[in-house]
């Protein structure tokens, strides 16, 4: 299986709306409805954001959500904030094992 | 609180012989998949393998079946990753992070490894 592909980079500035995509195929993203999304911070665990597509866990902002469409899932940032400058991975469940993307670095400029 | 707690820091050297361990606390440790990540420096995430304590069932990535061995002690709540015979390129940050269904809700701190000569 191949990671799932995500773009390198996206920015905005604050106040604005982000989208980062999430390409997998038929036998993964577009197979089940198990895509999350994880930010990371220089030099910090990653933090589950969007779990099932579309869920937010407890805590987490509800200017982060999440969509998908055929065999791309997206995470949306509304009104973007400083914080949120950070590292996105999305992470797929296919045939019992966990498929990332290779990570979207999100800047506010 | 639901917690992992990774061991600390390891540096080895080239053909060594590394368990580091994940101690999980505040949840039914049995109950949960336990996965591993590695993170190469400046690098994305991959996903290793996965057990669960229940039964010691484990599944691993295609990339890291063979390389790698995922165990767990339900005794005292802790799963283990370890490697045979280290190599440099295994130098990595390595977190545990537990599977709450599918995603991974709950993540260790993160253990580094340095492989070096």
């Known amino acids: 299986q191949s990671a799932l592909t995500q773009p390198a980079s996206v920015s905005g500035s604050p106040g604005q709306s982000i989208t980062i995509s999430c390409t997998g195929t038929?036998?993964?993203?577009?197979?089940?409805?198990?895509v999350s999304w994880y930010q990371q911070h220089p030099d910090k665990a990653p933090k589950l954001m969007i779990y099932d597509v579309i869920n937010r866990p407890s805590g987490v902002s509800n200017r982060f959500s999440g969509s998908k469409s055929g065999n791309t899932a997206s995470l949306t940032i509304s009104g973007l904030q400083a914080e949120d400058e950070a590292d996105y991975y999305c992470?797929?469940?296919?045939?019992?094992?966990?498929?990332f993307g290779g990570g979207t670095k999100l800047t506010v400029l | 609180e639901v917690q992992l707690v990774q061991s600390g820091a390891e540096v080895k050297k080239p053909g060594e012989y590394l368990k580091i361990s994940c101690k999980a606390s505040?949840?039914?440790?049995?109950?949960?998949?336990i996965a591993w990540v590695r993170q190469m420096p400046g690098k994305g995430l991959e996903w290793m393998g996965t057990?669960?304590?229940?039964?010691?069932?484990?599944k691993y990535s295609p990339s890291f079946q063979g390389q790698v061995t995922i165990s767990a002690d339900k005794s005292i709540s802790t799963t283990f990753l370890q490697w045979s015979s280290l190599k440099a390129s295994d130098t990595a940050m390595y977190y545990c992070a537990r599977e709450g269904g599918r995603p991974l809700d709950i993540w260790g701190q993160g253990t580094t490894v340095t492989v070096s000569s």
């Open positions: 038929s036998s993964d993203v577009g197979a089940y409805n198990y």
């Open positions: 057990i669960y304590p229940g039964d010691s069932d484990t």
């Open positions: 992470g797929s469940y296919t045939s019992g094992i966990t498929l």
């Open positions: 505040g949840y039914s440790f049995p109950t949960y998949w």
